[in-house]
Structure formats: structure tokens, C-alpha cells
């Protein structure tokens, strides 16, 4: 027999949708089924690009190999070089031309950038801020100046400069299969970043009259010509990166005798450029456990101390430096600097780990940069690829910004030597933000200029994850799906995919970085897990290390190494602006109904329909009745039992069937405790996402449901979801780790609970953590008192 229980509604608790939620409800159109499949939103697969995501059997990418010779002029602040470039042709198609890139015409007066911008007065303003109006006086000797263009013989060739963009004519198509030689000659004069901007240049120390070069985009290089978009050569403007192709790199820089070079790549004549005592601290490095240091303090104090002012040496040296399979080049030379470098073994190979900083930045370069460079290295090689080039380094230049084996970071203590925890893990984790870009896009080579989240929002992703292993209290800034909630509460008119390009983005930090980053913690904490996730993420490293992947060849990757349906989620978090925002409506409380908590209910004998309808014709003749031998065990079994009981009672001898009676009271102790929670959802933001429910129980002990996106399929609005439990619920809180960035707590509780406004917050941790002290540099503080 089928029982059923009639129950009562002990409690009905509706919970009115508060006025915060109505004022950040997130309005606009659907794109469709939030369900459906991306295929319409990325590229159709072909031979070069698979629909696993991973590269497809005629993939191909061209290759650019640099032979450089260069001076640095300190006296007159200008690089001069030259360059022999081999240009490989493996694409299918012949070329008629080739696109190179001239970033240091970003600062050339009549490049676009800086006027298409928009500008307006307040009411006080900085020399900075006046003289962006003036900047065509400001930049009129800036840019980069062509002296020639020829092919390996000399022979002139055609060209064209558009802004930042060169085109070379080529004498006639370089077909597929085919090289081309060809020669630059180039010189401008080095800017300074610190005053005018710009990701390198020079810094000047006036206390010591002394420079820091910071040497980046500083040479004339290839656009990548690729399967899915021909020449990527739209302008540099400052924000949007780059798109290089790989090659190997011979470089050669004169600078003043007594700077110390840093640089992509291996240096190659260390014997005749360092002292003995150099070398030799140079070959303790190689095996040591702790940084050493091959340019001591003392040394690059001296040395700034000669050079003071205009007494500077005219004297030079050569550097040589040697790079393979790498997209870009980039090198540091300063007298101010101190180096230090320990090797480590990465999968069994050596990484030599190396820091450059002034005596400015001493006291927090030399305790912790290196360190952190290898715990980079390491931890990024456990989730993506092993680290395959033989150098990482870290360069203090006040800035942030990376490069194939080398960035430049900031991180300087105050005069007294002293620091604050800000500026503290603010340097640790931009060190390993930029010496994490060695992976994302320096090997797994993404198009910045297109696509800025595919570097910045998965590196930060990683990031988050390194320094959550430096140590378990880091204060990382971007990661954690709370710290994403005040960016996505903002109305729409401020918000755009993070599928955008570069130029376009309003709030470059949230879009380009966070969001991303927050996203891809989501999946791993939230949707996939971290063994899913891990492993799919490791797989699109390893597919793409070396090439150049596009957004679909990531979202693809990650479902086709983990079986897992994510187009809710890229379709969402990546293609849309809603925000997460899931409200508690009701929650009913569901008892059997029997006075004293027992079960009343009729019994129900199991009746066929035919049954039913055909009993009341007395003169009904069964055939079960005119021919016995049609009787077998469900004849004289019929209770209802389900098929496992009856079989039981077969193989037991059981003739006769157990009773109505019997049944209900077995199934009365199974029911009589339990109590029934039908809980109401809406989708204010309009964010698909997982539901997380904490219930606390009277007892106190709680317990925590996990319910799938997929919920939302039929019903993108509004669903129900009854959960069934031993004990009675207290209360009852949604999202309770904070774990799905959902921007309202308040419309997520029963009972309704108003929660603290940040000002509350922020006054109870100041009041906690600084009762009776201001705002001081812990460090100064502990000086002060021990004089």
C-alpha cells in the first residue's frame, strides 16, 4: 500500500526582501537561457584550435630571432642600438609585409594616446596634472627615432610608421617556410618614468645624484601575426599590453664601467665583467642555501659615492647576455645597485633566484626578495608547468612591471631603516605578481593587448594561491570572493565583462585583475573542487605553454579535463555583469500531524484502478479465479509492499502477506522525528550560482547543504528546495564562508538580522586592534621606545 502522511506546517516564516537588495537589484536583458551553451560566443574550432581546447594538429605561430648591440649614454640619458632580426615564416600564407612595434613612441607628442582621453579642471591641481595639458612641449624629444632600415646587405628598405606600429615592405612575399634578415637602427632619448610615465625609463636620486635604468620595450619587435587574427597590431597606448612572438636573443649593452646589469637571459662574460671576489661570491651562490651577496652594499655605496654629481666616469664595459625561447627583453643597469642569488632545484634543474635593489630599498629587498622569488617559482610550477628557464629576478625600481626571467618591483623602507606591514606584504606580493608573469603570459603566451584577464586575472589567481602558502595570515587583496562584493554591487552603467578589451575597461584593477581572480577561486573552492580544478588548470598550462591560446581554449580546456559543464558560469562571470545576489524568501516548517507527535493518517489498502472500477459488477468472472494455475506469489500479495520486501519474505517462507497495520507503525519510527524545511529562493542579482545553506540547530552544532547551480535551470528566478532534518533549526544563514561573492547578507538569514555598516566596522577594528595608539609605523614605534 502507498501511505501518505499528512502534514502540518508547524511554522511559515516569509522574509521581506530588504530595502538593500531592491536598491543593488541588478536589472537588464538575458542574453538567453543562462544554460545555454557558449558555442555561438567563442570561435568555431578548426585544424588550428580544437574543440577540447587544446592546440589542433596544423597549429603553427611564426618566430622572431634579435641580435642587439646597444649603448646607454647616462650623460646624455639616450639608448642607441642596432639589431639583426630573423624573421621565420610558418604560417600557411605569404607575406607581402610585416608589423613592428615602437613602444616608446607612446611617448611621442603626436601619438593618439594622448589625446583621446578625456580631461577636466579641479579645484587644485599638480605640476604632474598641468603639464598633461602641455604635453607637446612636455614630450617634444621623446620617441623612438629610426636611423635605417635595411635587408641583411644593407640594401634600404621600404617602411612606414604609423604612431606606435612599423611596417616593413618586403621586397617580395616571404613565403611560407622562408626567413627574412633584416637590420634597425634606432636610438631615443630615455624618459623619466617617475615625472612623465611610462613602464621603463630612468629614476633619478638627487641625494646621490645617481640613476636606476629600467630598460623595457625598448627595441624595435615583431607583432605576432597568429591563425585567428592575422597582425595583431593595433596601437600601444600605455594600458592594453603586448603580443610578442617567441625567439632567442644575442644582446650586447655597453654601460658606464661601474653599473651593474641585470637581464632576460644568462649572462655570458661574468668572468671579465665582475671582480675575483665577485666571481667568486657568484660560484657560492650557485649551491647556497641563503642569498649571497654578489654585489655587496658597501660596493654599490662606494660606488655611488665616486660618482656623485657630474663627476661621473666616462669609462665603459660590455655586458653580454643570451636568452632562448623567450617572447621579450628587458635589462636594469645602475651603480646603485646590490645583487644578491641563490640557486634552487626546480624538478631537477637550477634556477638561479636574484634580487637587484638600491641601498634605499636594503632592508626589505635583502631579507625577503629572493626568498620570494624562488617560493614564486616553486609554487607556481606546482600548479601550472615546472619553471623552464634558468634565471628569475627581481629588481627594485619603484614600479611594477614583468618581463621574460626579470620584473621590477617596488618595496623601500624609511631612512631609519624601518617599514610598515603595508609596504611590507604590499612588496612580497607585487614580487610575486610580477615574477609570476614569467607563466602567465611570458610562457603561456596570451594576447595582452586584446585580452588583459588572461595574464592579470589568472596570474592574481595563482598569486592569491602563493601567498596564501608564504603564509596563512597573508592579507591578500584579490582572491577571496568577499573582497570582490563592493566592485560588483556597483550599478551596470559602471560595470563591463571581463570579456573586454583592454582600451575599454572603466575600472581596469576590478575588471582585469579581481573579478577574474575571484572567479577562478570560486570554481576551485565552489563548483569544481580542487582536484577537478587543479588538474584542468595544470592541463591548459601544459597545452598552451610556449603558444598562444585565446579565451576559448581556456574555457574549453577546463571542461574538457574535468567533465564538468561550466557555460553557466564563463557565461555569467565572464561574459555578463550581474551580480550575485540570492535572498531567503521563506522557510517552512514541516511536522507529521498527530497529536502528541504521532502519526494519524488512514490506511491506504493498494487498489489497481481495474480493481476498483471492476468490483462493482457482480458479474465479473476473473480469469485469475476461472483458471487458478494463473495464481502466483503477487496474487496472494498485494499489500503494497515494494518488490525488495516481498522478495525477502519469499526467500524467508513468508505465505501471507503483512498487514496495513504493521506497515504504518514500521514506518512511523522512520518519520516521526524528523522535521521538514521548504526554503524560498530568489535571484535578485541575476548571477547564477551555487546555493551554500548553514543550518545552526538548537543544540548549537551546525550543518552545511551544498546545492548545485544547476537548480536554476528551469527557473532562473525563483526555486524551492526542501531539506529534511533530525533536529529543529534555530536558524538558518546562505553563503556562510562568504565563498560566492554575494553582495547582500542581509536578505540571506533567518531570522533576519541586521548587520554592522562598514563604519561599525571600521570603528570596532580600530578600536581593536589600536586601542590607545595611533596610526604609527609598528618598527618606529618599537625604535623609539628602545631609545
Not at 629614476?203 to 625598448?218: A, R, V, Y
Not at 626589505?364 to 629572493?370: E, F, G, H, I, P
Not at 586584446?450 to 592569491?464: A, I, K, P, R
Amino acid at each position: 500500500m502507498r501511505i501518505f502522511f499528512c502534514l502540518s506546517v508547524f511554522a511559515a516564516f516569509g522574509i521581506q526582501s530588504l530595502s538593500f537588495a531592491q536598491a543593488y537589484r541588478h536589472t537588464g536583458s538575458n542574453h538567453g537561457n543562462k544554460f545555454e551553451q557558449l558555442d555561438y560566443l567563442i570561435p568555431t574550432p578548426n585544424e588550428y584550435r580544437t574543440a577540447s581546447g587544446a592546440p589542433g594538429p596544423r597549429y603553427w605561430q611564426q618566430r622572431a630571432d634579435y641580435d642587439i648591440e646597444c649603448t646607454l649614454d647616462e650623460q646624455k640619458l639616450q639608448l642607441r642600438g642596432k639589431e639583426t632580426v630573423t624573421y621565420h615564416n610558418n604560417s600557411p600564407s605569404p607575406l607581402e609585409y610585416i608589423w613592428l612595434q615602437l613602444d616608446e613612441n607612446e611617448h611621442d607628442p603626436n601619438s593618439d594616446n594622448h589625446r583621446f582621453d578625456g580631461s577636466r579642471m579641479n579645484g587644485q591641481m599638480s605640476d604632474g596634472d598641468l603639464n598633461n595639458f602641455n604635453y607637446k612641449s612636455t614630450l617634444a624629444d621623446y620617441g623612438d627615432k629610426i636611423v635605417s632600415v635595411t635587408d641583411a646587405s644593407g640594401k634600404k628598405l621600404a617602411y612606414t610608421i604609423n604612431q606606435t606600429m612599423m611596417r616593413i615592405d618586403m621586397p617580395k612575399d616571404l613565403m611560407p617556410g622562408a626567413k627574412f634578415v633584416f637590420k634597425v637602427e634606432w636610438y631615443y632619448n630615455i624618459i623619466d618614468r617617475m615625472k612623465l610615465g611610462g613602464r621603463g625609463g630612468l629614476e633619478f636620486f638627487p641625494e646621490d645624484g645617481n640613476h636606476i635604468f629600467t630598460m623595457s620595450q625598448w627595441f624595435p619587435r615583431l607583432c605576432v601575426y597568429s591563425d585567428f587574427q592575422g597582425w595583431q597590431n593595433h596601437q600601444f597606448t600605455g594600458r592594453g599590453e603586448f603580443a610578442l612572438a617567441f625567439g632567442n636573443y644575442k644582446v650586447r649593452m655597453t654601460v658606464p664601467a661601474d653599473h651593474q646589469v641585470c637581464a632576460t637571459g644568462e649572462g655570458q662574460n661574468y668572468n671579465s665583467i665582475l671582480t675575483k671576489a665577485q666571481l667568486d661570491r657568484w660560484q657560492k651562490a650557485q649551491t647556497a642555501k641563503e642569498p649571497v651577496e654578489i654585489v655587496t652594499l658597501e660596493e654599490a655605496k662606494k660606488a655611488e659615492e665616486n660618482n656623485k654629481g657630474g663627476s661621473k666616469s666616462k669609462a665603459t664595459k660590455t655586458w653580454e647576455f643570451k636568452a632562448e625561447n623567450v617572447r621579450d627583453f628587458a635589462w636594469g643597469s645602475s651603480r646603485k645597485f646590490v645583487w644578491d642569488a641563490m640557486g634552487i632545484n626546480q624538478a631537477g634543474k637550477k634556477v638561479m633566484c636574484m634580487s637587484f635593489y638600491g641601498k634605499e630599498a636594503y632592508p626589505l629587498y635583502r631579507k625577503y626578495s629572493t626568498k620570494v622569488v624562488a617560493h614564486t617559482i616553486r609554487t607556481y610550477s606546482k600548479f601550472t608547468i615546472d619553471y623552464p628557464y634558468p634565471v628569475a629576478q627581481s629588481i627594485e625600481a619603484s614600479s611594477g612591471m614583468e618581463y621574460p626571467m626579470i620584473c621590477f618591483n617596488y618595496g623601500r623602507a624609511e631612512k631609519d631603516g624601518t617599514y610598515s606591514e603595508a609596504i611590507k606584504y604590499g612588496m612580497i606580493g607585487v614580487i610575486i605578481h610580477e615574477v609570476g608573469h614569467n607563466f602567465f603570459p611570458m610562457i603561456i603566451n596570451s594576447d595582452e593587448r586584446q585580452w588583459s584577464w588572461m595574464d592579470e586575472g589568472l596570474n592574481t589567481f595563482v598569486q592569491y594561491l602563493t601567498e596564501q602558502e608564504f603564509d596563512n595570515n597573508y592579507p591578500s587583496s584579490r582572491g577571496p570572493a568577499h573582497k570582490m562584493t563592493g566592485y560588483m554591487r556597483l550599478a551596470k552603467d559602471q560595470l563591463e565583462p571581463i570579456m573586454t578589451n583592454s582600451e575599454n575597461i572603466a575600472n581596469f584593477g576590478a575588471n582585469a585583475y579581481g573579478k577574474p581572480a575571484t572567479a577562478l577561486n570560486i570554481l576551485r573552492e565552489t563548483v569544481m573542487g580542487r582536484e577537478l580544478f587543479d588538474y584542468a588548470f595544470k592541463t591548459y598550462s601544459k597545452r598552451w605553454a610556449f603558444k598562444h591560446p585565446q579565451p576559448g581554449d581556456f574555457f574549453r580546456t577546463m571542461e574538457d579535463a574535468s567533465a564538468v559543464d561550466l557555460d553557466w558560469f564563463w557565461r555569467g562571470w565572464f561574459f555578463g555583469i550581474d551580480a550575485v545576489d540570492i535572498s531567503l524568501d521563506t522557510v517552512k516548517w514541516y511536522k507529521l500531524d498527530a497529536p502528541g507527535n504521532e502519526m494519524a493518517f488512514k490506511k491506504q489498502p493498494f487498489k489497481h484502478l481495474g480493481q476498483t472500477r471492476n468490483a462493482a459488477d457482480k458479474n465479473m468472472k476473473f480469469a485469475v479465479d476461472q483458471d487458478t494455475s494463473l495464481r502466483d506469489f503477487y496474487y496472494f500479495n498485494r499489500s503494497g509492499d515494494d518488490d525488495e520486501a516481498m522478495f525477502r519474505r519469499m526467500r524467508e517462507g513468508a505465505a501471507a502477506p503483512v498487514s496495513a497495520d504493521k506497515q504504518s507503525d514500521s514506518l512511523k519510527a522512520k518519520w516521526v522525528n524528523k522535521n521538514f524545511y521548504e526554503l524560498s529562493f530568489s535571484n535578485l542579482g541575476g548571477l547564477v550560482m551555487p546555493i551554500i545553506v548553514e543550518f545552526t540547530f538548537k543544540d548549537g552544532t551546525k550543518e552545511v547543504d551544498r546545492i548545485p547551480a544547476y537548480i536554476w535551470r528551469k527557473n532562473e528566478e525563483k526555486v524551492k528546495k526542501t531539506f529534511m532534518k533530525d533536529k529543529e533549526v534555530e536558524s538558518i544563514k546562505m553563503d556562510p564562508f562568504k565563498e560566492t561573492a554575494d553582495i547582500n547578507e542581509e536578505n540571506g538569514m533567518w531570522p533576519v538580522r541586521e548587520m554592522p555598516t562598514r563604519f561599525q566596522l571600521f570603528k570596532g577594528g580600530r578600536q581593536g586592534r589600536n586601542a590607545g595608539s595611533s596610526m604609527q609605523n609598528p618598527m618606529q614605534k618599537a625604535r623609539e621606545k628602545k631609545q
